[in-house]
């Protein structure tokens, strides 16, 4: 996989994630857990794209 799909791949999951957390956030009853794993999951592809786009310049 090149690394400008790879990035593509990264930024498709980190929008899902971002549409994961607002739906999880607007919930009634929020999950206060899942919640916090799935920012944790966002930010950790956050730091890779930060990474990988470090490196691509």
């Given at each position: 996989m090149?690394?400008?799909s790879h990035l593509?791949?990264?930024r498709k999951k980190h929008e899902v994630l971002s549409?994961?957390?607002?739906a999880e956030?607007?919930?009634?009853?929020v999950d206060s857990l899942a919640l916090s794993q799935l920012k944790?999951?966002?930010?950790?592809i956050k730091?890779?794209?930060?990474?990988?786009s470090a490196t691509a310049h």
């Open positions: 090149s690394l400008t593509s791949e990264l549409q994961q957390v607002e956030a607007r919930s009634p009853g944790k999951r966002k930010l950790a730091q890779e794209i930060e990474k990988l």
